[in-house]
């Protein structure tokens, strides 16, 4: 079985500010690791995704995601946080081999203070 | 192109109603996912259809819930006899195929009274 931890439940920054945004995740086999964006009343978007390959995973909107076997991490960042990068961001985790099914973490709101 | 589409968007229904949510995926996807939005529960897993072969169903959180993907393409995920702890947004997501990326639709709001 898999799962995935992403502390608190909010996180706000000022505009041009770091924003670091932590997932840890548990799986018996090697994981898929994902970082979904939701903005108000829209579904679901993809910003990156590691699978096999480099740990350093570059997304869209300038995100950016490193995988950590050691620490069972795959904290989300971006060097400088503009205003529309508030939205909550859930962290996944899928297994190989299997089929595929996302299990999400509880979300984390992002607010950026202007 | 076209993205993955709901609907209806919103629905009220009465507990103990029966309703039906509708998924069109992307075209030529052969991988299709139900997963449900719930302030209590989060983002969960309900049921996964992949091509011709069994779905499965190990998600659903009951046998009142229940889907079939005709065509292997849309999909429909019924709900009987609902009840209040049914109130969550119903997402539909495709991907090509196993491993591939999910591409969500914008969900379907299903209010219980």
């Known amino acids: 079985a898999q799962s995935v931890t992403q502390l608190g439940s909010h996180v706000s920054v000022s505009e041009g500010a770091l924003v670091l945004l932590r997932c840890n995740y548990s799986?018996?086999?090697?994981?898929?690791l994902f970082w979904y964006v939701q903005y108000p009343n829209q579904g679901l978007q993809l910003l990156l995704k590691?699978?096999?390959?480099?740990?350093l995973v570059k997304g869209i909107n300038g995100f950016e995601a490193e995988f950590k076997k050691s620490e069972t991490s795959f904290h989300l960042t971006k060097p400088s946080a503009h205003m529309s990068d508030a939205a909550e961001y859930f962290c996944?985790?899928?297994?190989?081999?299997?089929?595929?099914?996302?299990?999400f973490g509880k979300g984390i709101t992002l607010s950026v203070r202007p | 192109g076209a993205g993955v589409s709901q609907s209806p968007s919103n629905k009220v229904t009465e507990k103990g109603k029966d309703v039906e949510l509708r998924c069109d995926p992307i075209?030529?996807?052969?991988?299709l996912y139900w997963y449900r939005q719930s302030l209590g529960q989060g983002l969960e897993f309900l049921i996964y259809?992949?091509?011709?072969?069994?779905?499965?169903k190990s998600g659903l959180p009951s046998d009142r819930f229940s889907a079939e993907r005709t065509g292997g393409s849309v999909s429909t995920l019924t709900i009987q006899r609902t009840q209040q702890e049914d109130s969550a947004v119903y997402l539909c997501?495709?991907?090509?195929?196993?491993?591939?990326?999910?591409?969500f639709g914008p969900g379907t709001r299903l209010l219980v009274l």
């Open positions: 997501a495709s991907s090509r195929g196993q491993v591939e990326t999910q591409y």
């Open positions: 799986s018996s086999v090697p994981p898929y």
């Open positions: 996944a985790v899928s297994l190989t081999g299997a089929n595929s099914k996302l299990t």
């Open positions: 259809f992949q091509g011709n072969s069994a779905p499965d």
């Open positions: 590691y699978t096999t390959g480099a740990t």
């Open positions: 075209s030529g996807h052969t991988a």
